[in-house]
Nanobody, 132 residues
Framework: QVQLVESGGDSVQAGGSLRLSCART?????????MGWFRQAPGIEREGVAA????????YSDSVKGRFTISKDGVNEDLLYLQLTSLKPEDTAMYYC????????????????????????WGQGTQVTVSS
């Protein structure tokens, strides 16, 4: 059983910063993971914004490139982060952590890295609200 729990969402003003966290728990070890951050605003399709593979190679959507940073904890690879900077009102959304596990290496080439159907496990989300 795999669980993903996000935290760190908040209400901030435009230009502000937040760090989102995703804690992954799994009884089964020895898997390789691809992890992603998605967001969804009301009435809009879920959008992939950042992803990272087993070799810690990040990818970003054009909408967040240069402002958001995805990373894994240096000590505990079950912790995933998304650093959000220079936030804009259009970044307002529920942010979700997603995961898929593989045997060996995991790599999702674009556009699969930002396709929700590529991921097996999802968290409940954490709300980010940016006011102007």
């Amino acid at each position: 059983q795999v669980q993903l729990v996000e935290s760190g969402g908040d209400s901030v003003q435009a230009g502000g910063s937040l760090r989102l966290s995703c804690a992954r728990t799994s009884r089964e070890k020895h898997y390789a993971w691809c992890m992603g951050w998605f967001r969804q605003a009301p009435g809009i399709e879920r959008e992939g914004v950042a992803a990272i593979d087993t070799l810690n190679r990040p990818t970003y959507s054009d909408s967040v490139k240069g402002r958001f940073t995805i990373s894994k904890d240096g000590v505990n690879e079950d912790l995933l982060y998304l650093q959000l900077t220079s936030l804009k009102p259009e970044d307002t959304a529920m942010y979700y952590c997603a995961a898929i596990r593989k045997v060996g290496l995991c790599r999702l080439a674009p556009p699969a890295n930002f396709d929700p159907m590529s991921y097996t496990y999802w968290g409940q989300g954490t709300q980010v609200t940016v006011s102007s």
